[in-house]
């Protein structure tokens, strides 16, 4: 598998464009909690025949962020605690919307559908094609870039932010093996 750093440098590759980063790092969370909560319906639990309580946390939803962890923390410690604290933001709203009596499925599915066309239309402008395209890995890899985009844009010194030319900066000593 490659390293961190080389996947957020080919990942960032296809998003110099200012305004791409922008839709990404608006879009990216929203795609993400949205394809939470829609596979957050898919009641493993339930068909395992598990106890209420503890079925209704084990679900499509649940069972990706488990999966999903193991490839995140073979990049880096840091980066499964970043990605864990994403999850639990959107279990959070999964759980809210839920509790509000509104429906998880079309919020999940409007938010999901509107989030990739306004991607799409970030790579329009970029002129690139998404990295997904090239390797389905990169769909866990854009959490982590945009959060460290975002970090840096607020001025925070991050490990692995593009520079302001859009180069990528030296990776940091501490990655995960």
């Keep these: 598998m490659r390293s961190l750093s ?3 440098s080919d990942y960032g590759e ?28 898919i009641p493993i639990g339930a068909w395992l025949s598990l106890s209420d309580g503890i079925a209704y946390w084990v679900n499509g939803a649940t069972i990706l962020a488990v999966l999903s962890g193991l490839v995140y923390l073979r990049l880096a410690l840091w980066v499964f ?15 809210a919307i839920q ?32 990295s997904f ?3 389905l890995v990169f769909l866990l890899i854009g959490p982590i870039f945009v959060s460290i985009e975002f970090a840096a844009k607020l001025g925070l010194p991050v490990p692995h932010a593009q520079g ?7 990776p940091h000593s501490h990655q995960g093996h």
């Design 6 to 8: 080389q996947f957020l």
């Design 14 to 41: 296809s998003h110099q464009n200012p305004l791409n980063q922008w839709v990404h790092i608006v879009c990216v969370p929203a795609i993400l909690m949205s394809t939470l909560g829609l596979l957050w319906l």
């Design 81 to 95: 605690v970043l990605m864990t604290g994403w999850f639990a933001l959107s279990a959070w709203a999964i759980v």
């Design 99 to 130: 509790q509000a009596g509104w429906s998880l499925f079309w919020i999940s599915l409007a938010v999901w559908i509107a989030a990739w066309i306004v991607q799409v239309y970030g790579h329009k402008v970029e002129g690139k094609k998404p």
């Design 133 to 135: 395209v090239e390797d």
């Design 164 to 170: 302001a030319s859009g180069s990528q900066s030296q």
